[in-house]
């Protein structure tokens, strides 16, 4: 009778664990079929989109954006002392700064310096539909900064519709034609990328100081 029951137990566990594990990759697969809905959107965008490509350093810059998702309090921290980098050239700057939640946090929100957008403010395609997004788009920014560090949707839509001269990020080859640099990384973390940025920008703008 105890082996029955313990049987019946068994069963009845791996039952629950199979309709979880059967949940996630319907919910995983969910999104994929909308975010590739939102990327056809994003392509038909390119079509009709122009921006005026040239290149700047930090000290040339007057305008610079930043974008980014952050996951965790440390990564936000470096991009928080990466501003405080960018604004000893005495720029104007403007964070956006993508949370994968429903709500922010309430750590975030003692922040200054920092606009914020979640997944509320995504529709079903996952593209942003939110004011601080559309202005950040609209921007004339000289430098464009992507910090991301996967191929988070809503952040490449952002980044690739941006009207920015100069656009900067990790090297990804499904958006390559859509930055004018991007970089290689052999450790993939924000501290790795935001070197790089610091290395890489007045080399480049060195060697390319004309239009693009």
């Given amino acids: 009778m105890a082996e029955e029951k313990l049987d019946y137990w068994y069963d009845a566990q791996i039952r629950r664990i199979s309709q979880q594990v059967t949940r996630i990759f319907s919910n995983f697969s969910y999104a994929i079929g909308y975010s590739e809905k939102g990327e056809y959107i994003l392509r038909k965008k390119l079509r009709f989109f122009q921006r005026k490509r040239c290149v700047n350093d930090f000290a040339s810059a007057q305008l610079i954006g930043v974008l980014f998702k952050t996951d965790n309090y440390n990564d936000f921290q470096k991009v928080k002392e990466f501003l405080h980098y ?23 929100l003692l922040v200054k310096g920092f606009n914020f957008f979640t997944r509320k403010s995504l529709n079903i395609f996952y593209i942003p539909q939110h004011k601080l997004v559309s202005d950040f788009i609209d921007q004339p920014f000289d430098i464009l900064l992507d910090l991301s560090m996967d191929n988070c949707f809503p952040i490449k839509y952002i980044s690739i519709l941006s009207k920015a001269k100069f656009k900067i990020g990790l090297r990804q080859l499904k958006y390559e034609h859509e930055y004018d640099l991007m970089i290689d990384l052999k450790k993939k973390n924000i501290s790795e990328l935001i070197e790089n940025i610091k290395m890489y920008i007045p080399i480049f703008a060195g060697k390319y100081s004309s239009e693009v």
């Fill in 86 to 108: 960018l604004r000893t050239y005495e720029t104007k700057i403007i964070a956006l700064c993508y949370i994968d939640t429903k709500k922010i946090p309430d750590y975030y």
